[in-house]
């Protein structure tokens, strides 16, 4: 059974420009998760997807930030338009239910890069 | 406020020696517990997790835990260390009913031959 996969693996671009983030799940799993690791920092949770709707966006950082799941299958998380503390590695996770006692299986991660 | 505290950014370990990472956390009642593994190029993988019961938890790859209440800690041990488990390592609690993790800022694990 195919893991979490994210698309790109890394993004480089320049200030002010637009970047998308994929995340496709574990087949099945309603729950999807984005976290943020800003460098040297901790990993933040950003928002949570069941389905397609959004339950918690609570750790998202302003309005520059988009994450949409159509269908309830794939998410894309869009940055527009890019800031220099953008920069760092976006995971993403999904789970099969919730709350936090089920695993939340994490993608390799994107590592963006803003100049 | 939750807040989880891994005080060792790096560690160094020559292989076949035992190693334990600290995780200190910082939650009004017993959180959920938890160690996540990643690999170069992987996504972060669980080793263990702790939600009540018996306080000592085994994972995977030998890995084990203690969950300690009186010190708010969850500490990462293995008694033997080998090369593959050069990683970087990271402590997250869970408040229950809710979904969302809280790390630590993860300690980097490198293992000398």
């Known amino acids: 059974e195919a893991g979490v996969t994210q698309f790109p693996s890394h993004s480089v671009i320049e200030k002010g420009q637009t970047v998308t983030l994929r995340c496709d799940p574990i087949?099945?799993?309603?729950?999807l998760y984005w976290y943020r690791r800003v460098m040297g920092k901790e990993i933040k949770f950003l928002l949570h997807?069941?389905?397609?709707?959004?339950?918690?966006e609570s750790g998202m950082p302003n309005n520059r930030f988009l994450a949409e799941r159509t269908g309830g299958t794939y998410s894309t998380l869009k940055v527009q338009p890019a800031e220099l503390e953008d920069s760092g590695v976006y995971f993403c996770?999904?789970?099969?239910?919730?709350?936090?006692?089920?695993?939340?299986?994490f993608g390799p991660g994107t590592r963006l890069l803003v100049l | 406020a939750q807040s989880v505290t891994q005080p060792d950014i790096h560690i160094t370990v020559s292989e076949g020696a035992s190693l334990e990472l600290r995780c200190n956390y910082s939650?009004?009642?017993?959180?959920?517990l938890f160690w996540y593994v990643q690999s170069p190029g992987q996504g972060l993988q669980l080793l263990l997790k702790?939600?009540?019961?018996?306080?000592l938890v085994q994972g995977i790859k030998g890995f084990e835990a203690e969950f300690k209440r009186s010190q708010s800690s969850f500490n990462l041990r293995k008694p033997s260390v080998h090369w593959s488990d050069a990683a970087e390592y990271f402590c997250a609690v869970g408040a229950r009913g809710t979904y969302k993790y809280i790390f630590g800022t993860g300690t980097r694990l490198k293992v000398l031959a």
């Open positions: 997807f069941v389905k397609e709707s959004k339950q918690d």
């Open positions: 996770a999904s789970s099969q239910g919730g709350p936090v006692q089920e695993t939340q299986y």
């Open positions: 087949s099945g799993h309603d729950n």
């Open positions: 702790y939600f009540s019961g018996d306080t």
């Open positions: 939650y009004g009642a017993t959180p959920y």
